[in-house]
């Protein structure tokens, strides 16, 4: 099983304890069983036209929270995120197959991504979100990245539902974006630590340069250099 | 603005983008699943996501992967400034 990992901070730790979504009413614990057997059924075989159809009125659920997220961001912060509401239906089956949590459980269903320009303003952004969304558990995976995806991710507990806030440096958006292009190219599982070693390895390198250069340990420059002596590797293979 | 993006990962190519207008949500969330449907009975492996941003150049900017390749990206690694 690999998971991403990281520093979580919880605020609501009555509801988020387990690390599950929140208690239900009754009527909800009975749909999270049937949520759950969908779950099952997209885990083990190719999903069906009226599985597709279930699934999506599943994540049409967390549209209301959503919304009210997104709403929230711009009207108090006066950011710009850039919005998806539903997990697509590949991310999901794949999540499902790769660990073993149930789909009820899933905090990403519906989220959002701001990108800021380094980690000083990640972390105001980051504390602006806390307390605007009284709610939440934060994970932090600056220093201890999950293989090799840095960001800090703020799941905003609303009306009941989780949303995910993902806020990222331009930095760690690059290497995030970079990395989901190769595991197109070469293998999917290289974003969750598989794939080839040499593969895995210049993407590690690669972040762990990001992270260097984000707390000034090593010059921008520095980044530029292996940047490029990365994309001569990649052309080879 | 709402975008409806087909994705062929293998490609790496964006087979479909379509805009909708924040009123067309209900037709764009129809449309994508309608898209979704299709391309799983074809066995296609498509990604069919709806993404929201204010206007397109966003999209563009914070979800590269669908729009640029890797030596785009590297170059960008050359232009973002940390500091």
Known sequence: MRRRSGVIQRENPSSLASGAAPAQDASLVASKSLVDRLGERLRRAAATEADLRTLDEYRSSF?????SVITTIREKLHK?????????????????????????????IAGCRLIVADVREQDRLVDDLKRLFPEHTVIDRRRHPSHGYRAVH????????????????????LWAQLCEVRSDEIDKDLKYGGGPTEERRDLDTLSQ?????????????????????????FTKR | ?????????????????EHFDDAQREVAVKRRLALEI???????????VLLEAADEKQIRQTHRRYFKSVEDLVADFDEAEAK
């Open chain 1, 209 to 233: 340069l990001v992270y260097h250069v984000e707390i000034g340990k090593l010059k921008h420059s520095r980044l530029k250099t292996a940047g490029r002596e990365l994309l001569m590797l």
């Open chain 1, 63 to 67: 549209d209301e929270a959503y919304r």
């Open chain 2, 1 to 17: 603005m709402i975008f409806l993006i087909e994705f062929d990962r293998a490609a790496h190519r964006i087979l479909r983008f």
């Open chain 1, 154 to 173: 703020v799941i905003a507990e609303v009306q009941g539902k989780p949303v995910e806030i993902q806020v990222r440096t331009r930095l760690q958006d």
């Open chain 1, 80 to 108: 710009r995120p850039s919005g998806r509401p539903r997990k697509t239906t590949d991310s999901i089956v794949a999540k499902l197959k790769r660990e073993t949590i149930r789909l009820s459980q899933m905090q990403d």
């Open chain 2, 38 to 48: 299709e391309t799983a009975t074809a066995k296609l492996d498509h990604e069919v």
